[in-house]
């Protein structure tokens, strides 16, 4: 087990400032862990965009509503100022500049779409207590493994010492699908980087993370779940090798390899079941 130790716990930081910093965070170990290419070049070479979707815009306002408890940060344009495929365009930007609109002006079916959400969340009594009785609102750890300086941040902090997460799927049934989402956005491996911060704290509070899961399409199910013991701590194996591997990069050079020489693809056993059960 790595030395773990906190350095610093910081309130209100600026989500923009956050990502600007140079520690590791979960994400940036998740990409070390999909390639050493790609971590190196996001992160170090900083010859590869940071990611960025559609998804990513639809949760951060899913985020905000939960943070103030309100849509306060959105504003939905009249319909008969939006486009006539029903974005915002002159017309509703100059009726906000003359109405003097304060929030972010957008179009009526992404208000809808924000709106469900919310009101989905809102309805979830069990998403709505963590919600309700946050200690603390993202909430940054700043925390290093080993000498590698590392931070989290936590969108809830409950009493308890739970970290509370809000993720957004576009999945068609959260209790049907929602693992796959676990598996290909990793967020086994975020709960077990984030308890490593939980660890550093050393204060006797409790160790974990509950995650409230809301659709961003109909029918916006919600729901709050938890991962398996042994699939955090499977992960979190995984997540201290990565994280000394990048320790001595960092320490020695980003020297990667070039391709290696033909080889054999290794192919996993379920791939031979897979063929036979198609004869």
Not at 208 to 228: N, S
Not at 249 to 278: D, S, V
């Amino acid at each position: 087990m790595q030395n773990v130790q906190l350095s610093e716990v910081r309130f209100g930081l600026d989500i923009n400032e956050y990502h600007s910093l140079g520690s590791v965070s979960s994400s940036r170990e998740r990409d070390y862990n999909r390639s050493k290419e790609l971590y190196y070049g996001r992160y170090v070479s900083k010859t590869i965009p940071p990611f960025s979707s559609a998804h990513t815009g639809v949760g951060d306002d899913a985020h905000t509503c939960v943070e103030t408890k309100s849509m306060n940060h959105l504003v939905r344009a009249p319909k008969d100022k939006l486009t006539k495929t029903g974005r915002i365009g002159n017309d509703a930007k100059a009726w906000a500049e003359e109405n003097k609109i304060a929030g972010r002006l957008v179009s009526d079916a992404y208000y809808s779409q924000i709106e469900s959400i919310w009101e989905s969340i809102q309805g979830c009594s069990e998403a709505m207590e963590y919600v309700n009785n946050a200690h603390h609102n993202e909430i940054s750890y700043f925390f290093n493994v080993g000498s590698l300086e590392c931070r989290a941040r936590a969108d809830i902090e409950d009493p308890s010492g739970l970290f509370v997460d809000l993720k957004t799927t576009s999945c068609t049934n959260i209790d049907r699908d929602f693992a796959k989402s676990v598996h290909e956005f990793g967020y086994g491996r975020q709960q077990a980087f984030y308890e490593l911060a939980q660890e550093a704290r050393e204060d006797g509070s409790e160790i974990g993370m509950v995650f409230i899961v809301v659709q961003t399409v109909i029918p916006y199910q919600c729901r709050v779940l938890t991962l398996p013991r042994d699939y955090v701590d499977i992960c979190k194996e995984s997540v201290l090798k990565n994280l000394l591997e990048i320790e001595m990069l960092e320490t020695l050079g980003w020297n990667l390899k070039p391709a290696q020489a033909q080889r054999e693809l290794q192919l996993p056993e379920w791939m031979y079941g897979a063929i036979k059960n198609e004869q």
